[in-house]
């Protein structure tokens, strides 16, 4: 069992920062690939980054690339989302995830990750 806990959204100006941090709790930690996905109004859950549990493993989603940086701290339980040069489009709540892959592999799939934060709203405008 994995408890996630979100932090670090906000309102921030077109062009800007935001660094969003993903506290888990529970067994093993570094058991687990992690992600982020963000699901704006109206719209269905959208993919934006992975990371495998020893962090050599990275992959985004096209519409990030360049722009977000996933890592992970596996002494303190922590994934982090760097996001910067921020667009409107960027508005959504963003959600932590867990799947729990000893092995290494990543996947994008939504319904591969069985444990999931509450989430944290980030809103980018002028």
């Known amino acids: 069992q994995v408890q996630l806990v979100e932090s670090g959204g906000g309102l921030v100006q077109p062009g800007g920062s935001l660094r969003l941090s993903c ?3 529970g067994r093993a930690f570094s058991s ?8 704006a109004p109206g719209k269905d859950s959208e993919f934006v980054a992975v990371i495998n549990w020893s962090g050599t493993i990275t992959n985004y989603a096209d519409s990030v690339k360049g722009r977000f940086t996933i890592t992970r701290d596996n002494a303190k339980n922590t994934v982090y989302l ?7 489009e960027d508005t ?3 959600y932590c995830a867990a799947d729990y892959s000893p092995l290494g592999l990543i996947t994008t799939a939504h319904d591969a990750f069985g444990y999931w934060g509450q989430g944290t709203q980030v809103t980018v405008s002028s």
């Open 92 to 94: 959504a709540v963003y």
């Open 32 to 39: 687990y690939a992690m992600a982020w996905f963000r699901q």
């Open 82 to 88: 760097q996001m910067n040069n921020l667009k409107p």
């Open 23 to 25: 506290a888990a709790s």
